[in-house]
């Protein structure tokens, strides 16, 4: 194994073994080799090979028992939506399965608000969906957007639909600025999702799901291209 440069040490070894448990070099359920042999393989300490344990470990992706050695986490059976992030930047090919999973939460989400906002929650949609359009950058447009959607799911009056946005929203964080698209135009971004918010401050069960299906659809069809 080649030798790593001393700069960040313990990012560069976290880095290189994660490439390797996501690549199936040490496969999930495996146990890694012992530490000396790992840490002289890589020209590096075992202190140093602890710390990046430590950091895949809390990733997920480790699991130590003592006495018997440090194994790969099968992720993907025990793992949590928290890992997505750390994904995505692995591989971006995981970007479309998170906008799959958007799309279908967010029009239940569109549904579930249209159903049960009060006056308050439709007051604030509209107010944020007004400073989609004043935005002043492609950036700001971007994450006045997400406020919207955050908004949508405060609206449903379930947390859980809240934490599965913020989640959603993290796990595409690592190349959010390849995918700002759809948001270069601030009026033709609030135009976009004017009639989700429209539909959803009437009332309209259908018509917000619909329409949120349709926005999800288109945004992440542009935001798929700039990726590509």
Known sequence: MEALPRETIVDVLEGRLREDILTGRHPAGSYLPPERTLADGYGVTRTTLKHAFGRLTQAGLLETRHGVGTRVRDYLRLGGA?????????????IREVFEVRRGIGALIAERA??????????ELRELLAAVGEAADTDAVQLADIEVHR?????TGNRVYVLLTNTL????LPVRSALSGPFADAEVARERLKPVVEAVVAGDRAGARSEAERYLTATERIMLEGLA
């Open 82 to 94: 928290d890992l997505l992030p750390m994904l995505v930047r692995h591989s971006p090919d995981w």
């Open 169 to 172: 929203f993290n796990a595409y």
């Open 151 to 155: 908004a949508l799911a405060r609206a």
């Open 114 to 123: 249209a159903a049960r906002a009060g006056r308050r929650q439709r007051d």
